[in-house]
């Protein structure tokens, strides 16, 4: 079993904010394999199916980004899953360019409070992650202003694609392909 979590804020007034990334890539696959991400349950919206012949538990915590490892944490250990090799946490990166992926097996929060949050909740920095690139804060912008600020309609665009391109992210890495989505998603693109 494979837990795949999209990191935002539950609030109808942080719909498709840069933050809310995470949310916006879960509500894709849920689309995608036709499953709904409606009951409540560990302080998050799941739903479960089968992706890439894997069974697969999609969470939206409700926490609020920067308490999103209590949520993490409680459906890490209802499923008992293996948090370094089974849990997926997919979430926005202000230090890549709008709809660019960086797809790492472990790694520091790098700033991100949902990310320490839940770093500080399981206890190890040891789990996959998708960074969905949201773009750089402009030069005077205040960071919490900016990442929960909307996307222009032309990074609307570039968003679009990069769901998808996570979305196919997340079919490798659920299908034990961690290499492979690394190698396709983390090169530079190109001007």
């Known amino acids: 079993m494979f837990i795949i979590a ?3 804020n539950p609030d109808r007034q942080y719909e498709g904010t840069r933050h809310n990334a995470g949310f916006d890539v879960i509500d894709r ?3 995608k394999y036709n499953i709904a991400v ?3 349950k560990h302080r998050a919206y799941i739903g479960k199916g089968i992706i890439e012949g894997q ?3 999609l969470a939206k915590p409700q926490t609020y980004m920067n308490l999103s490892g209590e949520s993490i944490r409680s459906l890490v250990d ?3 899953v293996d948090e370094e ?3 997926l946490v997919v979430y926005d990166d202000i230090s890549l360019d709008v709809g660019q992926l960086r797809i790492r097996a472990k790694g520091s929060a790098g700033g991100h409070n949902g990310i320490k949050n839940i770093i500080a909740h ?3 920095q040891v789990f996959p992650r998708i960074k969905m690139g949201v773009g750089e804060k402009p030069k005077g912008y205040d960071l ?3 990442v929960l600020g909307h996307f222009s309609k032309t990074e609307r665009e570039l968003m679009d694609a990069g769901y998808d391109n996570a979305v196919h992210a997340a079919e490798l890495i659920v299908s034990g392909q961690m290499d492979e989505a690394m190698n396709e998603f983390n090169r530079k693109k190109k001007e």
Request: a negative charge.
């Open 85 to 87: 090799t089974e849990l």
């Open 38 to 40: 409606d009951i409540k």
């Open 122 to 124: 399981l206890g190890t």
């Open 78 to 80: 209802y499923y008992k």
């Open 29 to 31: 696959i849920a689309e």
């Open 6 to 8: 999209g990191l935002g």
């Open 55 to 57: 069974k697969v538990v």
């Open 144 to 146: 919490a202003d900016y």
